[in-house]
């Protein structure tokens, strides 16, 4: 029995960072009204870094893979499967993962998309420890990547404020040892009118909107309620108490959420990695961003336990448990 083992990791965020004041000032312009102070008391972002207009997520994505597989010091020709998780693709297809692989430079490894929003991250991750168990790969790229920025109405300062772009990256390898311990993934489509982006494209049209559209306090509730229900069943399953964890890698959406879900599991707060503050939510991109923030700086170190978490559209949850 092979386990996943977490060897390298990578994050990019495009240069361009926009400060809380700066996009109030921006805002005020088309007579929207908001501010620092809002938006740092409701969601404790600061800032967070846009793409440049015709900048693509397969872009962000390749630069946050060549750092992940330069510290696992793994060439790309190694890689057997390529899992990128998005909803920002590049285009309607091929997939984003397979625009990658050719810009790394693989040829042959199983590449796809998945498509689980802000806990796409997370599906992926369990996705590609279930192939590297089952024997079906043995050295994997998993890459959450967006360009949330073109996604967005700038006119709505209920959603505009509160995303940014990025991407991150992990290699995992198959090892005698864990590893992933554990995962759990969880979704309820009938939820899925608190946060979507319902466009399409239909005889070569758009139809429908294809903004993103946020019912936030439905959304706030939701996320503590089932993040709290899934770290504590992923513990069980994998036989840990949750005094164990060394680190929380929560998806970044909100440090309120965050704060509430580290005292609901009591978590210290000095175990709990934030990112938010600087990135903003970067959808599928924010827990591999924060996770290679925490690794680089030092914080994450081998053989500790860490517990990485997903929530948003579909509505999708998820949690990884990982020795790293
Ligand atoms: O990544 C997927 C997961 N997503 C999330 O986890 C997001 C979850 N939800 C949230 O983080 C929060 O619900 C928000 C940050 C989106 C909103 O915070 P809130 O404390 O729930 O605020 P609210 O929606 O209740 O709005 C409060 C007030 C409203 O004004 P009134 O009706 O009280 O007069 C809004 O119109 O704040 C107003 N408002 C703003 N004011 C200034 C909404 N957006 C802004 C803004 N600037 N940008």
């Known amino acids: 029995m092979s386990y996943a083992k977490i060897i390298g990791s990578g994050g990019y965020l495009p240069p361009r960072v926009v400060s809380n004041d700066e996009l109030a000032a921006e805002l005020a312009t088309r007579q929207i009204e908001t501010s620092d102070t809002w938006i740092t008391e409701r969601t404790g972002i600061r800032q967070r870094h846009i793409a440049e207009p015709g900048v693509t997520t397969s872009q962000l994505a390749t630069e946050a893979a060549r750092r992940a597989l330069d510290d696992a010091g793994v060439n790309a020709e190694e890689l057997d499967l390529i899992i990128l998780a998005t909803s ?151 036989g840990v108490a949750l005094d164990e964890i060394d680190w929380f890698v929560p998806h970044q959406a909100n440090v309120r959420i965050i704060n509430f879900l580290g005292r609901k599991l009591g978590l210290a707060e000095e175990k709990v990695v934030v990112t938010v503050d600087k990135h903003a939510n970067t959808s599928a991109a924010s827990v591999p961003l924060a996770l290679d923030a925490a690794r680089r700086d030092g914080r994450i170190q081998p053989g500790q336990l860490v517990l990485m978490q997903g929530v948003g559209g579909g509505f999708t949850w998820g949690s990884v448990l990982a020795r790293m």
């Open 88 to 238: 920002t693709p590049d285009y309607i297809f091929p997939s984003t993962a397979c625009l990658v692989q050719a810009k790394l430079g693989n040829k042959g490894a199983a590449a796809f998309d998945v498509q689980a929003v802000c806990s796409g991250f997370v599906y992926a991750l369990a996705t590609a420890d279930a192939f590297i168990r089952a024997g079906r790969a043995k050295t994997a790229l998993v890459i959450g990547a967006e360009v949330f920025s073109g996604i967005l109405d700038w006119n709505d300062r209920s959603t505009c404020v509160l995303f940014g772009d990025g991407a991150g990256a992990v290699v995992l390898r198959a090892a005698e040892e864990p590893g992933i311990l554990d995962a759990q993934l969880n979704a309820d489509g009938s939820q899925m009118k608190i946060l979507h982006a319902a466009g399409n494209v239909v005889g070569g049209q758009v139809t429908g909107d294809p903004f993103l559209r946020m019912d936030g306090q439905a959304v706030f509730k939701m996320a503590v309620t089932s993040l709290a229900n899934s770290a504590q069943s992923v513990c069980e399953r994998a």
